[in-house]
Nanobody, 122 residues
Framework: VQLQASGGGLVQPGGSLRLSCAASASIFSFNSMGWFRQAPGKERDFVAA????????HYSDSVQGRFTISRDNAKNTVYLQMNTLKPEDTAVYYCAATAVVAGNRFDEYEYWGQGTQVTVSS
């Protein structure tokens, strides 16, 4: 299965973006799907994750209340709605998926998208 992330771009502080991650096959088999981000010179950090049904989500403290993860199993797509963006949200965002129940560690995820750049700057 291939994952294709899109929707990144340049946005001013306080603005919004919605990232999409489209899979080349059904995502119903993925118990967990998530988003991670990596800023230059830093490690890849957990952002958000969602379970198979979409009924259970969790977020990093830094994005809680501002970002919302969702998934549409019929469209084989997971989304990340990002509101009230801050300069510190600038990073390459990666979507990830796994067949097992996973949490916030990147090594729990088997499949990765190629990343999409998000830049928050005035």
């Amino acid at each position: 299965v291939q994952l294709q992330a899109s929707g990144g771009g340049l946005v001013q502080p306080g603005g919004s973006l919605r990232l999409s991650c489209a899979a080349s096959a059904s995502i119903f088999s993925f118990n967990s799907m998530g988003w991670f981000r990596q800023a230059p010179g830093k490690e890849r950090d957990f952002v958000a994750a969602i379970n198979r049904s979409g009924g259970l989500t969790h977020y990093s403290d830094s994005v809680q209340g501002r970002f919302t993860i969702s998934r549409d199993n019929a469209k084989n797509t997971v989304y990340l709605q990002m509101n009230t963006l801050k300069p510190e949200d600038t990073a390459v965002y990666y979507c990830a998926a796994t067949a097992v129940v996973a949490g916030n560690r990147f090594d729990e995820y088997e499949y990765w998208g190629q990343g999409t750049q998000v830049t928050v700057s005035s």
